[in-house]
C-alpha cells in the first residue's frame, strides 16, 4: 500500500475538508515546485527542534555564555517570538503536539503504556496509525520529507517516522539517556536510519555533526521541489555530547560546547540555503521542545524542564523567511509549536481533516508580520502528564486549585489553592493577584472548564479525546549487517 493509500483511508471516504485547497488532498501530488493556494511557489520548510533547550540558551533570548552568531543573525534576518509554547515540559507529549497540531492528551500521548511521561524503548504505546502528521498532509501536497534526528513517539515499526508520512529518517529513536547503560532491559543506543538500525551503540560525539550532514544533503537533493524538513535535534538533552571540533571550546563547559555546535549546524543549514537560492522560498524555523535543565537558562522564568511554570513549557523561536518574515522584528502574541500543522499546510495551499479536532491555529498572519495580527488563541492550556494544571488567556495565567497536584518525576502530590499571575508584569510567576481579580479567576475557570470536558482531565477522558497506538508483542529491531 502506497502512502497516498494509507493517509486516505485514515480520512475514511465521509471525511471533508476546509480552507481554499479543499479538495488538494484528494488529488494527485504534483511534481516540481508546484504552486501555493496563492497562487506562488510552495515554499520549503525546516523545523530545527532542540532537545531541552533553555529559553535563555541562545543569544536572540538573552545568552551571554553561548556563543550563537547564525542564530543571531538568523533572529536579525526574521522574526523572534517571545510567548511560543511547546505543550509539554518533556519529550514525547511535545513531539506529538508538533506532528499532529493537538495537545498531546487529545492524541493519547500524555502518558506511556506504563504510565511513565515518556516512551521507553519497547513501549507498546505510540503515535497511532490513524492519526495525520504534518508531514502526510504536506506530502500529500507534492513535498519531499525528511526527519533527521530524534523521533520519540514510538520505537515499533508500526509508529516510526517513515509510517507517518517521512520518506526517510536518519536519528535516534528517543532520548538519548535510554541505552543499556541505564538499563540493562534497553538495547544498545541504536542509530537508525529508516527502520533499520545501522550503529549501536551510536558515538554521539558524532551525532550533530551526522545530523547536519544529512540536512544538507537532503536540501540539495531536493532543491528543485517543495521540501518538508524535520531536524529534532539530539541535544542538549543530558547525557551531552560535543564533536570534537567543539569540545573545550566554549566558556560554559560541554554545555556551552554543545549549544555552539547547534549554533554551528543551523548556520550550515543556513548556508546551503543561500548557496543554492533558496533563502527566499524557505521558511526556517527555530526552537525547542520544552523548556531547559538546570544546566541551562530559562530566565527571566520560573521553572524548567517537566513543570507548568513558564519556564517548563515557553521556548524559545526565532522564524526567518526573507522577504516575507520582516527582519529583526519581535512577536509577543501566544503561539505554539501545534499552530504548525495548519500554518504550514495552509502556506502550502493545503486543506485539513475536518473528522477530528485540530487544536492548532493558523499563526501565518504573525508570521508575516501583518498590521492588526493577534494571536488566534483565546486559551493556551498546561498539562502535566493528564493533569490539567493551568491555564492561560492573554496576559493572565492561573494555576488551577488542586486536591492532588503532581510535580517532578515521581513527586507527592499536594493540594494546592489556586494562582493568578499578569505574565506581562510578572513573568517569573512571582506575585499572586486571585484575590485582586476574581473576575479574571472565574473567566480562566471556565475556559479550564471547556478542556476538562473536551481533551480531559486527570482521569475523566475528554469529548474529543484520541487513543495512542499500541502493539501486543513490541520486540526490537534488527541491526543492519
Same mark, same amino acid.
Given at each position: 500500500m502506497t502512502q497516498r493509500t494509507s493517509i486516505h483511508h485514515k480520512r475514511r471516504d465521509f471525511l471533508k475538508f476546509m480552507g481554499c485547497g479543499a479538495l488538494s488532498l484528494a488529488l494527485p501530488a504534483c511534481g516540481g515546485k508546484g504552486e501555493s493556494e496563492a497562487g506562488k511557489p510552495r515554499p520549503n520548510f525546516i523545523i530545527i527542534f532542540?532537545?531541552? %533547550? &533553555?529559553?535563555? *540558551?541562545i543569544g536572540p533570548f538573552g545568552s551571554e555564555v553561548n556563543r550563537t552568531p547564525h542564530l543571531d543573525r538568523m533572529a536579525e534576518e526574521g522574526m523572534r517570538f517571545s510567548d511560543f509554547y511547546a505543550t509539554s515540559g518533556v519529550c514525547t507529549p511535545s513531539r506529538a503536539s508538533l506532528m499532529t497540531g493537538c495537545y498531546p492528551r487529545r492524541v493519547g500521548l500524555h502518558v506511556s503504556a506504563a504510565n511513565e511521561w515518556v516512551l521507553f524503548p519497547y513501549d507498546r504505546a505510540g503515535l497511532h496509525a490513524d492519526e495525520i502528521t504534518i508531514a502526510e498532509l504536506l506530502k500529500d501536497r507534492g513535498y519531499a520529507t525528511a526527519c533527521i534526528g530524534k523521533w520519540h513517539l514510538g520505537d515499533q515499526p508500526p509508529f516510526l517516522p517513515t509510517r507517518h508520512g517521512f520518506d526517510s529518517y536518519f536519528g535516534i529513536p528517543y532520548s538519548n539517556d535510554m541505552g543499556a547503560d541505564r538499563s540493562k532491559i534497553n538495547p544498545p543506543l541504536p542509530l537508525l536510519r529508516n527502520m533499520e538500525i545501522i550503529e549501536a551503540p551510536v558515538d554521539q560525539s558524532t551525532i550533530t555533526r551526522r545530523y547536519t550532514e544529512e540536512a544538507v544533503r537532503f @536540501? =540539495? !537533493?531536493?532543491?528543485?521541489?517543495?521540501?518538508?524538513l524535520y531536524l529534532p535535534h539530539t541535544m542538549p538533552h543530558f547525557p551531552l555530547h560535543a564533536g570534537e571540533a567543539f569540545? &573545550?571550546?566554549?566558556?560554559? &563547559? =560541554?554545555?556551552?560546547?554543545? @549549544?555552539? !555546535? %547547534? *549554533?554551528?549546524? =543551523?548556520g550550515e543549514i543556513l548556508d546551503c540555503l543561500r548557496g543554492l537560492g533558496l533563502d527566499e522560498s524557505t521558511l526556517v524555523i527555530f526552537t525547542s521542545d520544552n523548556g531547559g535543565t538546570r544546566r541551562g537558562s530559562n530566565a527571566p522564568f520560573s521553572g524548567g524542564k517537566g513543570s507548568t511554570m513558564e519556564g517548563g513549557m515557553r521556548i524559545p523561536c526565532v522564524m526567518r523567511w526573507p522577504g516575507t518574515v520582516p527582519p529583526s522584528t519581535e512577536c509577543s *502574541?501566544?503561539?505554539t509549536t501545534m499552530d504548525l500543522l495548519p500554518t504550514l499546510v495552509r502556506m502550502a495551499g493545503g486543506g485539513f481533516p475536518m473528522d477530528r479536532v485540530i487544536d492548532g491555529k493558523d499563526i501565518g498572519p504573525l508570521i508575516r508580520g501583518e498590521a492588526g495580527a493577534k494571536s488566534p488563541h483565546q486559551a493556551f492550556y498546561y498539562y502535566y502528564m493528564e493533569q490539567l494544571q493551568a491555564v492561560r488567556s492573554g496576559r493572565w495565567k492561573y494555576h488551577l486549585p488542586m486536591d492532588d497536584k503532581r510535580t517532578g518525576w515521581h513527586g507527592k502530590p499536594f493540594a494546592f489553592s489556586g494562582a493568578l499571575y499578569d505574565l506581562d508584569e510578572d513573568p517569573a510567576e512571582k506575585k499572586d493577584t486571585k484575590n485582586e481579580h476574581p473576575d479574571v479567576v472565574a473567566r480562566l475557570i471556565e475556559l479550564a472548564e471547556w478542556a476538562r470536558r473536551d481533551i480531559g482531565d486527570a482521569q475523566n477522558d475528554g469529548a474529543n479525546q484520541r487513543r495512542a497506538g499500541y502493539v501486543s508483542d513490541p520486540a526490537p529491531l534488527t541491526l543492519k549487517q
Open positions: 532542540c532537545d531541552d %533547550l &533553555g529559553y535563555a *540558551d @536540501i =540539495t !537533493e531536493n532543491r528543485d521541489r517543495p521540501f518538508f569540545q &573545550g571550546k566554549s566558556s560554559n &563547559g =560541554t554545555y556551552g560546547d554543545v @549549544i555552539e !555546535e %547547534l *549554533d554551528w549546524s =543551523t *502574541d501566544l503561539a
